[in-house]
């Protein structure tokens, strides 16, 4: 394994593998919003959130957790302002306390915090205005959820970044294959891993069984269960599904996420953690597939991008087939075949937002996969040039990925043209 090629696979674990309370988008907006009181020095009078459509998209259904099941743009930004801890970034809800809470709500049903639409190319972006005290602050985030480019408070810049183009991976990420994630996931020392992948298992398995509780949303998991009948199968999805329904209607519980996503996190992951156990794997087996899994998810959305009308649990999905099919010692060819086979049957999912309903999305994406995980391991698969799939799998992700940044954007504009009718 080139060692320069294993630097850069853990630079990408430990910028992409970090923990998220709730949904990023909304935690995003609350950090920006704790970020702008820590440079109003005072609490704000009013707010107002400059937000792209993908913002707006992924905001206004989902609930805030440790909110008392508040929703929307506006109490997201009044939670971080007046309740939340800028200092621990996406979990910055984590200490809102009754009181908090009470604040946060009077503050939106006062009408002192305003949403307004933000005609930008980038699809994550937004801007925090915060007013108070005769003084007036502002904090703007572009392309990643914490990526803040500017701070200022009345007319002294405190934060700015010159380069305002889409360089917040620091990561070398050109190493990015299918050949290489391969050789990293088998030769890697199991402690450098260790970090990234006991988190993605005690969270992320942690958040799937409270949701299997049946507590949030319409109860996915028992009802997939209950439809399928118990198989390893039925569990890998049932899990992932129950998982993203509690982050999605707002438990209070951390996710490990991947790509910017609690969704591709959970979808990345727990279905290789149940399949494991369930088949009494070794917890190396169990390790090695998990950092495959999420090198892999990382590596398609690298050309989709973090928001789109694509949804990402395709991706995630994907990753997930390709990683059962690492773990029971498929070959690499084999292990391509599952990502053509997969992205053959489902490259057109869209995402409507954020929302309880995208734990079926999972679900589906999931049944998917596992059928193309199946289909490869039976020496089956689709020909090169079968409808998107391109003359190699590299390039098939490639096309996928221009498909969901450059094709599918006319429709993400109709889906927010819609959502904000």
């Avoid at 990023?24 to 959130?49: Q, W």
């Avoid at 925090?128 to 701070?151: K, T």
């Avoid at 990753?319 to 049957?345: R, S």
């Avoid at 590299?394 to 429709?411: C, F, L, N, S, Y």
Wanted: with cysteine; glycine share 10%.
């Amino acid at each position: 394994m080139n060692e320069k090629i294993k630097q850069d696979f853990l630079a990408i674990l430990a910028e992409e593998l970090v923990p998220a309370m709730g949904c990023t988008e909304p935690i995003a907006l609350a950090y920006a919003a704790a970020k702008g009181r820590e440079a109003l020095g005072c609490d704000p009078e009013r707010i107002t959130a400059w937000c792209s459509g993908n913002i707006i998209k992924n905001v206004r259904c989902v609930r805030i957790p440790n909110s008392g099941g508040m929703t929307g743009i506006e109490a997201a930004c009044a939670l971080g302002a007046l309740a939340g801890n800028a200092d621990r970034h996406m979990e910055v809800l984590e200490s809102v306390c009754d009181e908090g809470r009470v604040a946060a709500a009077q503050f939106v049903a006062a009408k002192k915090c305003k949403v307004e639409f933000l005609e930008s190319a980038i699809p994550l972006h937004f801007i925090i205005e915060l007013d108070g005290d005769g003084h007036h602050a502002e904090v703007e985030v572009r392309y990643s959820h914490q990526n803040i480019v500017r701070i200022t408070r009345d007319r002294d810049i405190l934060h700015w970044v010159e380069d305002l183009r889409e360089a917040t991976e620091v990561a070398d990420r050109s190493g990015l294959s299918i050949e290489n994630i391969y050789d990293f996931a088998n030769e890697v020392e199991l402690d450098l891993i260790r970090p990234f992948t006991d988190k993605q298992i005690a969270c992320n398995m942690a958040i799937a069984g409270r949701g299997m509780q049946g507590d949030y949303g319409i109860g996915i998991g028992k009802a997939i269960l209950d439809t399928y009948q118990n198989g390893v199968y039925a569990k890998m999805r049932a899990y992932a599904a129950a998982a993203s329904e509690a982050r999605m209607d707002g438990c209070d519980m951390p996710v490990i996420i991947t790509s910017g996503s609690g969704n591709q996190g959970i979808t990345s992951t727990v279905p290789v953690i149940v399949y494991a156990r369930e088949k009494q794997m070794s917890e190396e087996q169990m390790m090695r597939a998990l950092v495959f899994s999420s090198l892999m998810t990382v590596y398609q959305k690298e050309y989709i991008g973090k928001l789109s009308a694509f949804c990402g649990a395709v991706s995630a999905a994907c990753a997930a087939g390709a990683a059962i099919t690492y773990l029971v010692g498929g070959t690499i060819q084999q292990i391509k075949d599952t990502v053509d086979n997969t992205l053959a049957d489902i490259p057109g999912i869209i995402c409507d937002g954020a929302k309880a309903s995208c734990a079926v999305k999972i679900s589906s994406a999931l049944d998917a996969a596992l059928f193309a995980h199946t289909l490869a391991m039976q020496g089956k698969a689709y020909s090169q040039g079968t409808g998107i799939l391109g003359e190699d799998t590299a390039k098939t992700i490639r096309d996928v990925g221009h498909i969901g940044r450059v094709g599918m954007q006319p429709t993400d504009e109709e889906i927010v043209k819609l959502m904000i009718e």
